[in-house]
């Protein structure tokens, strides 16, 4: 199993939420059109999702609940949590009453809610700020119901391991970097993990994986960031996966 390269964790988990904090505002609103977010990351993820109306969706980490918004113009009944009281206020307000949002860390059981409750569970492009997801997927697993999906967004594992040039592929290890692309540059800590340390805790916690989508951009992505859209066309930043919780 990889290692787990224990650098400070609660204060990288502080550290997360000061900068998520920080930059919400900012976040909700660039991100109806933010590339990688707008033109990448959702248009990949939501294939994943097929036929939400009517569906009870969970959305873990729902940032300013754009995701919600969509899948709610679509029917879905959202319940959305963040550990970011900032982001939860923007997704109630982006949302107008529809749908429940609340404050909560992923990394801890999710006590509010009830066993087998949810058709899907959504996690878009948080999971690497957890250090261990084993613990996380159990709670995701017993909050939906028996053949509902998971679906997830994270930072692909080849791409990761490139960006940050690092020499032991085989272990968590904790980055951090300075993100410049909001109103001011942010420094934002996360987890580097292996391809094992991805696919191990979804399929040793009730899971089987169904799908995965190693995302190209669409072509709006093209029109407003030409230079990235070629490095996305060559190689992947994000890896979509969706796993179906395997019956009791
Ligand atoms: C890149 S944003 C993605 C937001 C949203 N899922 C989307 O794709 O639009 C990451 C979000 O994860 C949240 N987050 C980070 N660590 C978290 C944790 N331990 N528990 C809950 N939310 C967390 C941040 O506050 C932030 O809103």
Known sequence: MPRIIRVGTTMSKEKILEAYEEMADSYDAKIDH??????????????????????????AACGPGKYAEILIAQGAL?????????????????????????????SEPLTALKDATYDTVLCALALHYIEDWNAT??????????????VISIEHPFFEY?????????????????????????????????????IMPIVSNGFYIDSIIEPK????????????YKKLMEFPAFMCIRAIRKPN
């Open 34 to 59: 933010k590339p990688h977010n707008a033109y990448y990351d959702r248009p990949n993820t939501l294939k994943l999702i097929t036929d939400p109306k009517g569906k009870s969706i969970l959305d």
């Open 137 to 150: 997927m159990r709670e995701f697993c017993r909050v939906l119901k028996p053949g509902g999906h998971l």
């Open 78 to 106: 959202i319940t959305g949590f963040d550990m970011s009281p900032r982001m939860v206020e923007l997704a109630k307000r982006r949302n107008k009453g529809a749908g429940d949002f609340f404050v909560h860390d992923l």
């Open 217 to 228: 951009p669409v072509e709006e992505y093209k029109l407003a960031d030409p230079e990235n």
């Open 162 to 198: 490139n960006y940050w040039k690092s020499t032991r592929y085989f272990d968590v290890e904790p980055e951090n970097c300075t993100w410049k692309g909001f109103d001011k540059p942010i420094e934002v800590h996360n987890f580097r993990r292996p391809l094992e340390a991805c």
